[in-house]
């Protein structure tokens, strides 16, 4: 019963006190994987090296998702409080998001 409880808490979100600015160096590795995904997409039998490579691409995006503060940039910026614009993380998934699940028709 230990190791289910463990399992569990694998997947709640970290404290939101505890997020760290968006910055370049944060996002790198995410970026990096998806590059590496990308570039073993084009390379000739490649799938069993992308199936390994799945798991972290997918647990970059969700510590990207989860542990990024994307606000901290704005409220340098416009020299706003601490805590006022904690809504971007909110707004930023969800554009993510919706971007993924309906994405743009293009009519001509």
Same mark, same amino acid.
């Given at each position: 019963?230990? /190791? ?11 404290? *939101?006190?505890? %997020?760290?600015? =968006?910055?370049? /160096?944060?996002? @790198?590795? @995410?970026?990096? $994987? &998806? ?11 490649? =799938? ?7 798991? @972290? ?6 510590? &990207? /998702?989860?542990?990024? #503060? @994307?606000? /901290? ?15 971007? #993380?909110?707004?930023?998934?969800? %554009?993510?998001? $919706?971007?993924? &699940?309906? *994405?743009?028709?293009?009519? %001509?």
């Amino acid at each position: 019963m230990l /190791a289910l409880s463990a399992f569990l808490d694998l997947f709640t979100p970290p404290d *939101p006190a505890l %997020r760290q600015p =968006f910055t370049g /160096a944060a996002f @790198f590795p @995410f970026y990096a $994987s &998806c590059y590496a995904m990308a570039v073993l997409v084009i390379l000739p039998h490649t =799938f069993i090296l992308r199936l390994s490579l799945l798991p @972290f691409v997918l647990w970059q995006a969700w510590r &990207c /998702a989860v542990g990024l #503060n @994307f606000s /901290a940039g704005l409220v340098l910026s416009l020299g706003a409080k601490d805590g006022e614009l904690n809504h971007w #993380n909110f707004t930023y998934m969800v %554009r993510l998001l $919706s971007s993924l &699940c309906f *994405p743009p028709v293009h009519v %001509r």
